[in-house]
């Protein structure tokens, strides 16, 4: 054994939910040990953050620095593009339309992940350790986890911000209802002729989404979810073959399309585990929810267990992992995390499903949205923050009650 170590958060996983993780709780004033190696290897994913999560960033002093890399999500459209019997009509979501500017900011991975790992090297407060959990072990009073280089760390919380597959979850025993999709998601940037106006537009298809989302200047990123055998084939293709396609996919609305050079696939599966914490491990991020990218979910998501849970452990500072504080953190985080995980795999599947009635549902709920500004704003309130849409609705209905 090398190190000793006695810090009271051990924050283990270093993808965005556990760089997040470690600067806020070493901001709150707790002593962190962050666990894991740094990212490597190119990553052309953007991720769309609403505005909640990045007043998050802006608190964590890392969201100035990314500003210029990152585009305004001001528009957002959902095209139904099947060649289904019924089809929807198209639904336009402005952020006008609830009195802000923009819905939030599209920010490249590889500026979004290097920015936050530098804010975590330079916090005093945190100690990093580049190396894996191997083992780990959870006794009433502290959780212990055995090192790839040999050290040990002891905490009282440790936080699983160890992905989808999350050993430390395992360790907890916490067990999960998974599946994996037949699909899979081609993710590339591309240069377009024509000005996107800050504008994402999510196509519906019979394999899934392909959702186009703005970046600076005339580019924009896209995630095409297709069945990972045409993901593999779309892969394979010449730059030339694959822009047409974009291209024809998107109807040519955003004029010629030139395919940048990163493409990668990202397989669709969900995973939603039984409980969210027990036996001093609290999920965070992939550990805690999976599934589809529809809708810029998952981040804002994995952002609002962190915040959550940061706040329940100052509430219970001398012990931010015993049994109370960690029952809080399930029972708070449950409709959030079970809500947004159902609808997006219902969303999903109703996409997939040739049967009638899933698509007449799908239909009816975009044409009632489509039709109905209120309805429309208070779900944009709702995909902005829970709750935030009912307070909105409950003030408007106190005033219809009021003249
Ligand atoms: C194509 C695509 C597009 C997306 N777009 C959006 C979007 O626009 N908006 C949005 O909000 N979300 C989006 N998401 C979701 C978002 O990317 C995920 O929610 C997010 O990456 C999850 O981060 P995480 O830190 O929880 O997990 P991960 O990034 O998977 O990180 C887990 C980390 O844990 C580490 N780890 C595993 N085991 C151990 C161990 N034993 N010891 C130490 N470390 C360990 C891993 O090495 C890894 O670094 C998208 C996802 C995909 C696939």
């Not at 936050?116 to 502290?142: C, F, N, P, Q, Y």
């Not at 040990?152 to 699983?160: I, M, P």
Request: glycine share 8%; proline share 6%; with cysteine.
């Amino acid at each position: 054994m090398e190190h000793q170590n006695t810090g009271r958060i051990l924050v283990a996983g270093t993808g965005p939910a556990g760089l997040i993780a470690a600067l806020g709780f070493a901001d709150a004033g707790f002593s962190v040990t962050l666990v894991g190696t740094e990212a490597s290897g190119p990553d052309s994913r953007t991720t769309a953050l609403m505005n909640p999560a990045l007043k998050v960033l802006e608190r964590l002093g890392v969201l100035d620095g990314l500003r210029p890399m990152a585009a305004p999500l001001k528009v957002m459209r959902i095209v139904d593009a099947t060649d289904r019997l019924i089809r929807s009509p198209v639904v336009t979501f402005r952020a006008s339309e609830i009195d802000e500017d923009q819905f939030g900011l599209n920010l490249p991975n590889s500026a979004l992940y290097p920015a936050l790992a530098k804010a975590v090297a330079a916090h005093s407060g945190i100690e990093w350790r580049k190396s894996m959990v191997e083992t780990w072990h959870l006794d009433a009073g502290h959780v212990h986890a055995t090192l790839s280089d040999g050290s040990e760390v002891t905490a009282l919380l440790a936080v699983a911000a160890d992905g989808r597959m999350s050993p430390a979850r395992e360790a907890a025993g916490i067990s999960t209802s998974a599946r994996s999709y037949p699909q899979a998601a081609l993710v590339l940037n591309f240069e377009h002729r024509a000005d996107h106006a800050f504008t994402s537009t999510e196509f519906h298809t019979e394999t899934g989404p392909f959702t186009q989302v703005p970046l600076p200047g005339k580019r924009s990123s896209l995630v095409w979810v297709v069945r990972p055998e045409t993901a593999r084939e779309l892969l394979a293709l010449d730059d030339v073959s694959l822009s047409t396609r974009v291209e024809q996919r998107m109807q040519s609305m955003l004029g010629r399309v030139s395919v940048e050079p990163v493409r990668q696939i990202y397989p669709l599966s969900a995973v939603t585990p039984r409980r969210f914490a027990q036996d001093r491990v609290a999920l965070v991020g992939e550990a805690a929810h999976v599934f589809p990218p529809i809708g810029a979910q998952g981040l804002n998501l994995g952002i609002r267990d962190v915040d959550d849970l940061i706040g329940i452990a100052c509430e219970n500072r001398a012990d931010p992992g015993a049994a109370k504080a960690l029952a809080s953190y399930d029972f708070k985080r449950r409709p959030d995390i079970l809500a947004r995980s159902s609808a997006v795999n219902l969303l999903n599947m109703s996409l997939l499903s040739d049967m009638l009635p899933a698509q007449l549902a799908r239909s009816a709920g975009l044409g009632v949205l489509g039709g109905f500004s209120p309805l429309r704003a208070f779900f944009m309130r709702e995909g902005l923050r829970p709750g935030s849409g009912f307070a909105a609705l409950a003030g408007a209905l106190g005033k219809q009650v009021r003249r």
